[in-house]
């Protein structure tokens, strides 16, 4: 679908777009699709493909919710004006974890953090979590934030510690939440075993920005009707017991992006024909040919150590003596890398390896840098 | 760009696209707009763009700031979460009045009101506002709630009435906010006048939904910088004091809906070239032919009686005996109108009279209605 001379996009996100897109684009701006009523019957029947499509892909149970909001930013906002009264606990590796954390502390809440520096994983296995740091950190805590896959520094949870992170926060009554921004829909988290997983469509989904999904547990949602029955806000008109309301009914609270819709439910139906684990074996192999071609590679180092801590979708190098020169370089070749984020502005590269992401894509980037470094 | 077969939109939002819609999606799709950062020079050129459009075509001063949100909706949880410490007062004239009094109310706000039954105006002129009523409204609140234009029921609250109570409510300390959703573009609603108008774009601007927009004062950031030096939440992450500073840098706090920016400003353009008055003249011309013809249509009657009270962009007729056997009539003639809404839900045609809707178009929809009623 590409024309030769546009540019090849490994940007983390907005990203490439998946071939689905334009098509279904074309076809909602041809069809009057986006001049109906959102409690109009087709777009309903839209919002109930997009929903069964998620549930296949990422194995979502039945008695789990999809709610649906702007942004993954805004889903951050709503699960802790939902769910928390008091105190919550994070585990802090990168940009996007601190900021669920800063939704937190804006919101008025207590937070107590486990921190790692920028670039290095949570140690250990699922058993180092059984360690009395972690029994400190959720005492009193209604809920535990972790970050599957760092967007800003492509720190990684494997999924099996994620896993017993929840289970350890269900034992003091914490509820788990977890930001799969750029690990969904590859990564093999099962929404069976946590409360809530959020992303924005802009990232693993390969479409345009501008949506954001909760997929929760009905223990979250019990949480904050709870909440609400105490006299507790929980949010001014699109807070989780409302959002929860209408996800029965297969509406929406307010208008939504009825496009992103559409779109992710034609994205979603592709991915569940491939399956999880074909887009994520696609990914670590593609991340595996990409990591033994940079080592050879001078003035670049992968940010994280080989292993179970470093991404498979946000693969980020440091270019010894700033990394702007080179993604200028590349650029000119057609191919656009990300910049490092925050504290890595201007040093790192970070590279998407999303499913949008393809071998041939990544052969290209792989010439251009053996040619630019 | 209608094919002979599409139906015609009078939907009150989504409605009927404007025809820039189409065209700049597949230019947007084609030139690799979408995949780029929100952070991006183009993405912040279309930003400036759209903000300058809006600037032109609804004469917004340069020291008031635009804020984007996803919706209307989250506009309002924007504004009482950033503004309200205490009490907000609300005319109320009909349900999405009552929308921004429930969320003040789930915010855990008091709220003190005015109610004008469903289809019926503000009595009087400006000046009835210097009544004592008015005075006792705002006693103590920190917020005056407007809705210029109910969508629900096509009650209008004319301009000079808007400004005259903005006035009332800054001579008692407090910020004037109005719903603008289908008033903007073509009402002239004056930005300089008030601290706070809103909209989302599926409505007067003929655009696909999945966006917000805030045009604020001065005062009213000053006022949640105010709260928010005080300690008071604001919000979590999106709340008015940080949508504020980034728009002062032409930037969003997330990535937004970057399409629907896009669009925005291209349509927008589009109608600064027109010139409020004259989108407004065209939508007055067209809803004075539609009420001439209606008055002769058996089992018809306005909703709203003739004057200012009632809306030139919502036009909502009572049909006897109810509406759903008419609507699907009209709809078998490729003619899509509005139910109506809430109460009046299976007993109101709402007919959008948007600047999108042109006169070939109200044409077909009486001849329409001559052969259906």
Same mark, same amino acid.
């Given at each position: ?279 994520? =074996?696609?990914? #670590?192999? *593609?991340? @595996?040919?990409?990591?033994?071609? +940079?080592? %050879?590679?001078? $003035? ?23 990394? =702007?020169?080179? #993604?200028? *370089?590349? @650029?000119?070749?057609?191919?656009? +890398?990300? %910049?490092?984020? $925050? ?26 840098? #053996?040619?630019?470094?």
């Amino acid at each position: 679908m590409t024309a030769p001379s546009a540019p090849l996009v490994f940007l983390p996100g907005p990203t490439a777009l998946h071939p689905r897109v334009a098509l279904e684009t074309r076809a909602a701006l041809a069809d009057g699709f986006l001049s109906e009523s959102h409690r109009s019957p087709r777009f309903r029947a839209c919002l109930v493909a997009m929903e069964e499509a998620l549930r296949s892909l990422l194995e979502i149970p039945q008695d789990h919710r999809i709610l649906i909001v702007g942004s993954a930013t805004e889903a951050m906002e709503r699960i802790i004006e939902g769910t928390v009264t008091r105190r919550s606990a994070h585990l802090l590796n990168g940009a996007f974890a601190r900021r669920l954390r800063d939704v937190a502390v804006n919101l008025g809440r207590e937070v107590v953090e486990a921190t790692v520096p920028d670039g290095q994983g949570f140690p250990g296995s699922p058993d180092r979590f059984r360690d009395p740091g972690v029994d400190r950190l959720l005492d009193g805590a209604e809920l535990l934030a972790m970050t599957q896959n760092e967007t800003s520094t492509g720190v990684r949870i494997p999924p099996d510690l994620i896993h017993a992170l929840a289970d350890r926060a269900r034992e003091h009554g914490a509820l788990s939440v977890v930001d799969l921004v750029t690990g969904w829909p590859s990564e093999a988290v099962d929404p069976a075993r946590m409360d809530c997983g959020f992303f924005s469509v802009q990232k693993g989904f390969g479409l345009p920005a501008g949506l954001g999904i909760l997929v929760v547990s009905p223990a979250f949602v019990e949480r904050a009707r709870e909440r609400q029955a105490r006299g507790q806000v929980t949010g001014g008109y699109m807070g989780i017991p409302a959002l929860a309301q209408v996800a029965d009914r297969h509406e929406t609270r307010a208008t939504p992006n009825m496009l992103a819709i559409r779109l992710l439910a034609a994205v979603a139906e592709d991915y569940a024909r491939q399956g999880r684990e074909a887009l994520d =074996g696609a990914v #670590r192999r *593609r991340a @595996a040919v990409f990591w033994n071609a +940079v080592v %050879d590679l001078p $003035g670049l180092t992968p940010l994280v150590e080989a292993g179970p801590s470093r991404s498979r979708t946000i693969l980020v190098v440091e270019v010894a003596g700033g990394s =702007g020169p080179l #993604r200028d *370089r590349l @650029a000119r070749r057609g191919l656009l +890398v990300g %910049d490092g984020y $925050g504290p890595g502005k201007g040093r790192h590269l970070r590279v998407a390896n999303f499913p949008v992401q393809t071998d041939p894509m990544l052969e290209r980037l792989l010439e251009g840098l #053996r040619n630019e470094v």
